[in-house]
T-cell receptor, first 115, second 118 residues
Framework: KAGVTQTPRYLIKTRGQQVTLSCSPI?????VSWYQQTPGQGLQFLFE???????NKGNFPGRFSGRQFSNSRSEMNVSTLELGDSALYLC??????????????FGPGTRLTVL | AQKVTQAQTEISVVEKEDVTLDCVYE???????LFWYKQPPSGELVFLIH??????QNEISGRYSWNFQKSTSSFNFTITASQVVDSAVYFC???????????????FGGGTRVLVKP
């Protein structure tokens, strides 16, 4: 069974640009979550999607957005990039959104560098 | 608000020594789930174990064991007879189970870097 895949793996952008990251969950998984990992702030929850609906949202500005498609694939978008957006963005999928108990399977991440 | 604290930032041991990682959490919920994840240099987070708040039974799984104590809000993790391949960053995480539809939202600790020397 294929794991969680994220594309691209590496990305370099400049300030002010926008970026779209993609995540394909494990087959059959319906919940997709996104996390940002930085040396200063650690791992922080961005948002979670289940059945094309955003169920949870972390404490990030509106420049960070996401969506989920009918095949459970998810994208996240960051507009007007800032230097502080440089991070490893991790996607995780789980079978169902059952109130916090699910094991989440993580992808390899997309490393975004903003110059 | 929920919070997870891993006081140890880095631990260095020699192969075959045991390693215990500390984790202290804060939550207002009575139902919650605790996790340990491992992040090797490749960057991908690997699930290790999880425990719900109603199950304080401590278990051993291979070289891994954990000690969950609700009275002290601690969920410590031990690697027995460490190996070089255990070198990684280990994260403790908390997920609150508010209602069934609440979904998954992990709050992570800052991580503990484990270096196992041959």
């Amino acid at each position: 069974k294929a794991g969680v895949t994220q594309t691209p793996r590496y990305l370099i952008k400049t300030r002010g640009q926008q970026v779209t990251l993609s995540c394909s969950p494990i087959s059959g998984h319906r919940s997709v979550s996104w996390y940002q990992q930085t040396p200063g702030q650690g791992l922080q929850f961005l948002f979670e999607y289940f059945s094309e609906t955003q169920r949870n949202k972390g404490n990030f500005p509106g420049r960070f957005s996401g969506r989920q498609f009918s095949n459970s694939r998810s994208e996240m978008n960051v507009s007007t990039l800032e230097l502080g957006d440089s991070a490893l963005y991790l996607c995780a999928s789980s079978l169902v959104a059952s109130g916090g108990s699910d094991e989440q399977f993580f992808g390899p991440g997309t490393r975004l560098t903003v110059l | 608000a929920q919070k997870v604290t891993q006081a140890q930032t880095e631990i260095s041991v020699v192969e075959k020594e045991d390693v215990t990682l500390d984790c202290v959490y804060e939550t207002r919920d009575t139902t919650y789930y605790l996790f340990w994840y491992k992040q090797p240099p490749s960057g991908e987070l690997v699930f290790l174990i999880h425990r719900n708040s109603f199950d304080e039974q401590n278990e051993i799984s291979g070289r891994y064991s954990w000690n969950f104590q609700k009275s002290t809000s601690s969920f410590n993790f031990t690697i027995t007879a460490s190996q070089v391949v255990d070198s990684a960053v280990y994260f403790c995480a908390l997920s609150e189970a508010v209602v069934k539809a609440a979904g998954n939202k992990l709050t992570f600790g800052g991580g503990t870097r484990v270096l196992v020397k041959p």
